[in-house]
């Protein structure tokens, strides 16, 4: 909503874009979670399909990378925070939704594989074609690289329910979970120090916090973009050892934007 409101004033004047940063880092992480070759296939294959409706970019840039193109002293800082106890719980459904159609062709494609394999196994010994027992063998490698691939097992986490998915994000110190659910004072260190904000939007009062941002700089904006469909007291979801995992994990969250811990 933010960015669209300032892209209807600004159009392409944009001194950085805010998620520049993001699209080879992130390529670059998920090409380690299948393969090279199946991250592009994904990404172009889900781009054809959706557009932009879904992001499969979980990344956005830190205050730290942003500094290397701009001198921030020449700008007005302004950032929006979400309670930390929602904003976990909401990334995890709204990756779900993402990755729901994917995971889905996913899986089909990966037991095609199997049943092909075994047919071309079986066709290959009897008619002794070593062209079917190579295309089978093939098959089965496909297989293997899908299902054995921490792709599969980060994307099959995002359907568990939420105290089990937090036994696992713990577990796992996986870098990509880490990117995604990053705290959001790590957005705004600058070298190690939190960087002085001009103004805090908090989500829960959004529409009229923003209006400041819009009255300064005479942007438009009628009523809020993205609209999460799923309306949920998330932290009834939660029980009090996921709560605790997330007051450790979102501690300076809690503290530098007036967030209450349960």
């Known amino acids: 909503t933010i960015k ?23 390529m670059k992480i998920i090409s380690e979670y299948v393969h090279p070759l199946y991250s592009q296939i994904i990404n172009k294959i889900f781009g054809l399909c959706f557009g932009n409706k879904y992001n499969l970019q979980p990344y956005h840039s830190t205050i730290n990378e ?3 193109e701009i001198n921030l002293n020449d700008y007005y800082l302004f950032t929006s925070v979400r309670n930390p106890y929602n904003r976990f719980c909401s990334c995890i459904y709204y990756i779900r939704r993402v990755i729901k159609p994917y995971f ?21 010994k009897e008619s002794k074609s070593k062209k079917d027992i190579i295309l089978g063998s093939i098959l089965l490698i496909n297989f293997i690289i899908l299902s054995s691939s921490k792709g599969y097992k980060i994307s099959s986490s995002f359907f568990l329910n939420i105290n089990d998915f937090i036994l ?18 790590k957005y705004l260190l600058n070298n190690d120090k939190l960087v002085e904000i001009d103004y805090i939007i908090h989500q829960e009062n959004f529409d009229n916090e923003f209006k400041t941002i819009v009255d300064k700089y005479n942007l438009e904006f009628n009523e809020s973009i993205n609209i999460n469909p799923i309306k949920k007291n998330y932290i009834k979801e939660l029980n009090n050892y996921s709560i605790n995992f997330l007051n450790k994990y979102y501690k300076n969250d809690f503290i530098n934007f007036n967030y209450s811990m349960n």
Do not use: R
Request: charged share 20%; proline share 3%.
């Open 4 to 26: 669209q409101s300032i892209a209807k004033q600004y159009q392409n004047n944009w001194s950085i874009l805010c998620d520049c940063h993001g699209e080879k880092k992130t």
């Open 66 to 68: 942003i500094k290397n």
């Open 104 to 124: 889905k062709a996913v899986k089909i494609f990966m037991l095609l594989s199997l049943f092909l394999f075994f047919y071309y196994l079986k066709k290959g």
């Open 168 to 185: 696992f994000f713990e577990k796992s110190n996986d870098p990509i979970l880490d990117l995604i659910f990053l705290p959001q004072t």
